[in-house]
């Protein structure tokens, strides 16, 4: 069976809580997954597809638990050899250009690196959506057939 790592990068806890909601979601359908909050490279070796979730912090900056991880992707560039991903950011549209900017750099770095995008990045912002969870979960759900 394929297991779905789920990556998260949370400076508050609200991406992670996400993430739980969507590990759980995934249980129910029968699918291993596992969250990941302070991530290693062999981790993002190991799973067969992946949800990276990440809110936004600074000036469009990845939240500090996943920072070292990807300047690790960065470096080391290990290729994913078309391995499915999907990418959901959060933020707050009120910041202007750098709204999602950590979702926008992990999309873009995981197809630098050779990864299969199974959809568009999702955008999920704070002035719009009180119950992030609840779109991130139904998004991931329609995604299941994608992350084998």
Request: proline share 5%; net charge negative.
């Amino acid at each position: 069976m394929s297991k779905i790592g789920i990556f998260v990068g949370s400076v508050y806890g609200n991406a992670q809580h996400v993430a739980e909601d969507v590990e759980t979601m995934l249980g129910a359908q029968g699918r291993e997954s596992q969250v990941f909050t302070d991530p290693t490279l062999d981790d993002f070796k190991q799973v067969s597809s992946m949800i990276f979730i990440s809110s936004t912090t600074g000036q469009g900056d990845i939240p500090p638990n996943l920072e070292f991880f990807i300047q690790d992707l960065r470096d080391q560039f290990p290729l994913m050899e078309q391995k499915p991903f999907a990418v959901a950011g959060l933020g707050d549209s009120s910041y202007g250009e750098t709204y999602c900017g950590a979702g926008r750099q992990i999309f873009e770095l995981l197809t630098e690196l050779q990864g299969k995008p199974i959809t568009v990045l999702l955008e999920i912002d704070a002035c719009e959506t009180l119950e992030p969870e609840l779109e991130v979960v139904a998004w991931a759900e329609k995604l299941l057939p994608d992350l084998m």
